[in-house]
Every structure is written in structure tokens, then in C-alpha cells.
């Protein structure tokens, strides 16, 4: 929905262009109003792409940001790797992505929350517990840490590093080309 777009813009690095890329067109849809709304159209383009063959030539940009999106990929080696082709060389590929905690109590309130409560008030409320378990399935699923880094390296990262934040809830993960 472009929100890291337009908060890439409100940084204001002069002369700063922004491709927001989503293979939803009702993201893209929306994120182009708020673009619209801001008057950046002239230098935030939304494109419609899938990870595994993004519709840029090589070494296009010099960074690259995905939040909570990695986790979703169907193919994620093939994902990482169609973005490290379009990093000019030197750039940065940075991924926001949930982690689980590992330190007492956060690690068994995040547990209950995901797997419990939030399930649990989805179905009461949406009458569709399967739609409240993906979250959490998919953060179980996710190769983090360590494993995800080496998949980064394997991709053709290098000097790749993880910060946890929020007490492990999330890291970011960066790599450079």
C-alpha cells in the first residue's frame, strides 16, 4: 500500500526516487492514491511485479526495501535472488521481517497472543480462524536468524547482518551486493 514508499520520501534525502513494487493490484491501487495524495507521483512509481521476475534491467537501484513481505514468497531463494540481480553493485538489500522471541516472558505472551487469542477473537469475529492462523503459521514457517542469512549469503549477499527489534517480535536483516 506504498506506506514505506512515502515514508522513504518524508525522509528528505533531495533528488530521493522511490519504485514500490506489489504483484496485488489492489495494493498497488491503493497505494497509488495515497502517492497521489501526498503529490509524489513524479517521483514514486507503483509497479505491478512478482519477487521471482521483477520488470527492471540489472544493477537498477541502490537500495531495496521489503517489510513483511519475504515470508510470503512462494519461492523465497528465487525471490532473494531476482532482487540482488537489480542492486547496482554496493547497494543495499534490506528486509523487515517477524521473528519469534526468545527471551522470558515476551517469548511465551507472543506465543499465546499468535497462537491463542488472536485465532481465537478472528473466528469470533470473521467466523474464519484460518484467515487469523496464516500470520502466525507463516512466522513459524520462516527460516529467521542465522538460516535466513545464510539463504541471503547463498544468494549472493555478502556482509549480511541481522538487528532484532522489539524484543524479537521483528528483525531487520541487511546484505550487500
Known sequence: TADFALEA??????NLRVTGVDISPGMLAIGRKKVERKGWTDRVQLVEGDSVDLPFED????AYTVAFGVRNFEKLEA????????????????VLEFSKPTVFPLKQIFHFYFHTLMPGVGK???KDAAAYSYLPESVEAFPEGDEFMQIMQKCGYRQCQMHRLTGGIASIYTGIK
Not at 9 to 14: L, Q, V
Not at 59 to 62: K, P
Open 9 to 14: 520520501m518524508r525522509s528528505g534525502i533531495p
Open 59 to 62: 544493477g537498477t537501484f541502490d
Open 79 to 94: 525471490g532473494l535472488t531476482e532482487m540482488h540481480r537489480t542492486l547496482k553493485p554496493g547497494g543495499m538489500g534490506v
Open 124 to 126: 469470533l469475529v470473521s
